[in-house]
Nanobody
Framework: QVQLVESGGGLVQAGGSLRLSCAAS????????MGWFRQAPGKEREFVAA????????NYADSVKGRFTISRDNAKNTIYLPMNSLKPEDTAVYYC?????????????????WGQGTQVTVSS
């Protein structure tokens, strides 16, 4: 059983930056591809970014390309999501997810484990 704990959320003004982290425990981290998803109030959960288990492949939602960067440190069992040029529409609860497998899948249904989420609020 893999446990995921997100951190780094908060309140920031539009144009600002935050860096999310997700620490994993309870499994062999390098066996898992990892992803970030978000859910805004009244909206469905959506894909943000994903990284393959060796870090060699990344996928991004069009809405965050060029602003967010996903990375992983397998030695620290952690993934990161630096977020730049934040917009009010980025406001959401951000969730970290892990899936057994190689590929950086964009579908939430492909993921086996989820964190509790961290709130990101971007004020205009």
């Amino acid at each position: 059983q893999v446990q995921l704990v997100e951190s780094g959320g908060g309140l920031v003004q539009a144009g600002g930056s935050l860096r999310l982290s997700c620490a994993a425990s309870g499994g062999t981290f390098s066996n898992y591809a990892m992803g970030w998803f978000r859910q805004a109030p009244g909206k469905e959960r959506e894909f943000v970014a994903a990284i393959s288990r060796n870090g060699g492949s990344r996928n991004y939602a069009d809405s965050v390309k060029g602003r967010f960067t996903i990375s992983r440190d397998n030695a620290k069992n952690t993934i990161y999501l630096p977020m730049n040029s934040l917009k009010p529409e980025d406001t959401a609860v951000y969730y970290c997810a892990a899936r057994r497998g190689i590929y950086a899948d964009v579908k939430g249904s492909a993921y086996d484990y989820w964190g509790q989420g961290t709130q990101v609020t971007v004020s205009s």
